[in-house]
């Protein structure tokens, strides 16, 4: 059995340094510890642990070409997971159990990479959703060097996904609003299939503070804002359908998480450029356009761009009826809107690009219109007469949001700087 207790001296002379060898695995196996170390956070999973720690342990022994460990990592379990896991790694070699008597899958991946002896740290979850064939190409590019973290990605081509429309438009959305407010490069900040250097994990761990589902998400922005290398692994994933995450309590501890970071940087209170310093690291990342300074230019060029509607359409009106003087009103302003956008808001410029830009920025108007129409026909299906003012009130909010979904897709979408180097 390989039961042990968590020590948080991470100090140099504790571990064997790994940073100035261009391939880990050498020195590795010369000091006689795993090149991998696979971490499992469970709370309450004894349905589903046997079975996957089994499944993952005959992975490693058979088809992954470097030694490697699995550590389950017990979330303070009230259930018979702890007994499972401890009889699991008396059975089976390279196996241990980790126990944290306060919940937390952040928690318990911070203790455990913060003290292992292995120079690639990794971590899946339980219920084994994504394929292991892509765990040799996850980690691969850690071991020689080339790469400081690695993710497995459902969001790219390559990826084959099977889940419901629920959960992949969750998914895509929380990656959208990441871009669109941290400008993050990464594709998929949420699947439970990542893996870090232990020299990169010793840096970063310390700044990260969320202990729970957004832990993958800090690390990642970190990373990306610190000038490290990120390396994203399409996979094959098959959604758990008794997974019994809380939907709307993860939501919002994410959205507080991603205003904590906003500030951090903002305010300086996360150290980036000391960060990379202590990396090494020579191609920090540029932070983007602040978020507030490209709010309010959104703001004042939508207003400017309904104002020029508005004499637009009264110009045309007489002429043209009141269907075509909108419809061509609309159409100019909202090119005219998403060229200032490009130009200002997000300083886009050049003619690289644009007619892409002004194609999607007619989809995003799209959007958004739909989402005003829409709102009208929804009041009028359930209320046929529902009154001027209650007609204005919905439509009031109705713009509101579809302001903001423009915002979001133009930021996160259209004119994200990844797409557009």
């Known amino acids: 059995m390989t039961d042990i207790a968590l020590d948080f001296d991470t100090s140099p002379a504790r571990r064997i340094r790994f940073e100035s060898r261009p391939n880990v695995a050498i020195a590795a196996r010369a000091a006689g510890v795993p090149v991998l170390d696979v971490v499992i956070p469970v709370y309450n999973e004894q349905a589903a642990l046997a079975d ?6 005959r992975h490693l022994r058979d088809d992954f070409p470097f030694p490697a460990r699995i550590t389950i990592a017990d979330n303070a379990s009230v259930d018979d ?37 292995a120079p690639v ?26 790469s400081d973290v690695a993710i497995g990605t459902r969001l790219s081509r390559g990826a084959r996904v099977v889940r419901g429309p629920k959960r992949e438009i969750i998914s895509r959305c929380y990656n959208l609003i990441l ?47 610190t000038g490290l290398r990120i390396h994203e692994v399409p996979v094959d994933w098959v959604d758990d359908p008794d997974s019994r995450v809380d939907i709307v309590a993860t939501a919002t501890a ?49 207003v400017a761009s309904t104002l020029a509607y508005l004499l637009l359409f009264m ?39 644009a007619a892409r830009h002004h194609v999607e920025g007619l989809i995003v108007f799209g959007i958004a219109l739909a989402i ?19 007609d204005a009130a919905v439509l009031v909010a109705a713009n509101l949001l579809a302001t903001a979904v423009r915002f979001v897709l133009l930021r996160g979408w259209v004119f994200h700087p990844r797409r557009n180097r």
């Open 179 to 225: 871009k669109s407010t941290l400008a993050a490069g990464f594709s998929d900040a949420q699947c439970g299939f990542k893996a870090i250097r232990a020299d990169v994990a010793q840096r970063l761990l310390p700044h990260i503070a969320d202990t729970g589902w957004f832990f993958d998400t800090e690390l990642l922005v970190l990373a990306e804002r």
């Open 315 to 353: 110009l045309l009106h007489g002429d043209l009826g009141a269907q075509a003087a909108n419809l061509i009103a609309l159409l100019v302003t909202a090119i005219g809107n998403t060229a200032a956008n490009r130009r200002f808001t997000f300083g886009v410029a050049g003619g690289s690009k």
């Open 81 to 117: 997971t702890p007994r499972i896991a401890h009889e699991l790694a008396a059975e089976l070699t390279d196996v241990r159990v980790v126990r944290l008597e306060q919940k937390g899958r952040g928690r318990a991946l911070h203790a455990v990479w913060a003290t292992s002896d």
């Open 254 to 302: 994410d959205l507080k998480g991603i205003a904590r970071l906003l500030r951090g940087f903002a305010i300086g209170s996360i150290p980036v450029q000391t960060i990379a310093a202590q990396l090494g690291s020579s191609h920090l990342s540029a932070a983007p356009g602040s978020l507030l300074r490209q709010s309010v230019r959104f703001a004042c060029i939508g």
């Open 372 to 390: 005003t129409s829409g709102s009208l026909v929804a009041l009028h299906a359930v209320a046929p007469e529902p009154g001027r003012y209650v």
């Open 121 to 146: 740290l990794a971590y899946m979850d339980v219920d084994l959703s994504t394929d292991l064939a892509a765990l040799a190409p996850l980690v691969a590019p850690l071991i020689s060097g080339h």
């Open 52 to 57: 996957s720690v089994y499944r993952l342990h």
